[in-house]
């Protein structure tokens, strides 16, 4: 489970350590509880998720092919959550100040990618890369937004959870943004 996830697994002490959005966390084995090594308390759906996560890992090697949401299967379905959780918020926060989106992702350890007008992929999870793309407006176009992931990001996560880490990446960027604007 750990070799194929990239968490690494410590047997003696029974429990796996895991990075997600800049965090350490820790998720015991086979009790299966997690904890954030920088919180007191480790939100819900954060717990699903990194759970779903080292559950549905295959071990994969990544395809360096980015697919948006449609393309993942059933992503079709439940693009109107995903936009609602991921694209609205990112391009409400971002659309316009792209200095901060910058400042942002760079925060989460985000690498700069040539799509768009700026864009970045945040190494939200070992193997789940997810590519946040800004696209500048102007005076008869508003800004527009996508988020994509690698073709293989399917053997890692149910398409559903990719709305809830989007929408978690672009929280967390609005927190670093709100703690820079005080």
Known sequence: MSWKSGAVYHQQRGLFELKFLGR???????????????RQETPLV???????????????????????FRE???????IGPFT?????????????????????A???GGETQS????????PALPMVPVTLVLWAG????????????????NEYLPTEDFAVLSGMVIREMQKFDEA???
Not at 48 to 61: E, F, K, N, Q, S
Not at 93 to 103: K, W
Not at 138 to 153: H, R, S, Y
């Open 24 to 38: 350490c966390y820790r998720i015991t084995f086979p009790q299966y509880q997690v904890t954030c090594l920088d």
């Open 46 to 68: 954060t717990q699903i998720l990194l759970l779903h996560y080292l559950y549905h890992a295959r071990g994969v090697p990544l395809a360096k092919r980015w697919i948006s």
């Open 72 to 78: 993942l299967p059933g992503g079709d379905i439940y």
């Open 84 to 104: 609602q959780r991921a694209i609205t918020p990112l391009l409400r926060v971002f659309g316009s100040r792209p200095e901060a989106f910058s400042e942002a």
């Open 106 to 108: 760079l925060r989460l």
């Open 115 to 122: 799509l768009g007008d700026i864009s970045f992929t945040i």
């Open 138 to 153: 102007d005076d008869e176009f508003p800004p527009t937004a996508n988020i994509l992931f690698d073709a293989t990001g």
């Open 180 to 182: 820079c604007n005080k």
